[in-house]
């Protein structure tokens, strides 16, 4: 059974901080792209950031210079370390796996971590 497993949300004010994880389980972690993605209420699912088997990191122009994915194979563990936090930043967040295995593309979602930014 795979399993996302988010933490570390919670609520802070504008240019604060907050390190959020995320504990994969029941996958092979080290072949998956793991990403970090984001839904305010009223708006779309976005991406924030991803981090590819290779270490490659992307991430939205909006947190560019502000936030850093990294993850560790060894613990089956990303984590999304958020810094200058603003109020637009508030949203839940949520992790993501995408793999591909057998020529079938594998695709894993969490429950959502929240975060809210506010004075």
């Known amino acids: 059974q795979v399993q996302l497993v988010e933490s570390g949300g919670g609520l802070v004010q504008p240019g604060g901080s907050l390190r959020l994880s995320c504990a994969a389980s029941g996958i092979i972690f080290n072949i998956y792209t793991m990403g970090w993605y984001r839904q305010a209420p009223g708006k779309q699912r976005e991406l924030v950031a991803t981090?590819?088997?290779?270490?490659?990191?992307n991430y939205a122009t909006s947190v560019k210079g502000r936030f850093t994915i990294s993850r560790d194979n060894t613990k089956n563990t990303v984590w999304l370390q958020m810094n200058s936090l603003k109020l637009d930043d508030t949203a839940v967040y949520l992790c993501?796996?995408?793999?591909?295995?057998?020529?079938?593309?594998?695709?894993?979602w969490g429950q959502g971590t929240q975060v809210t930014v506010s004075s």
């Open positions: 993501n796996a995408v793999g591909s295995r057998g020529g079938l593309r594998l695709n894993y």
């Open positions: 981090i590819t088997t290779a270490d490659s990191t």
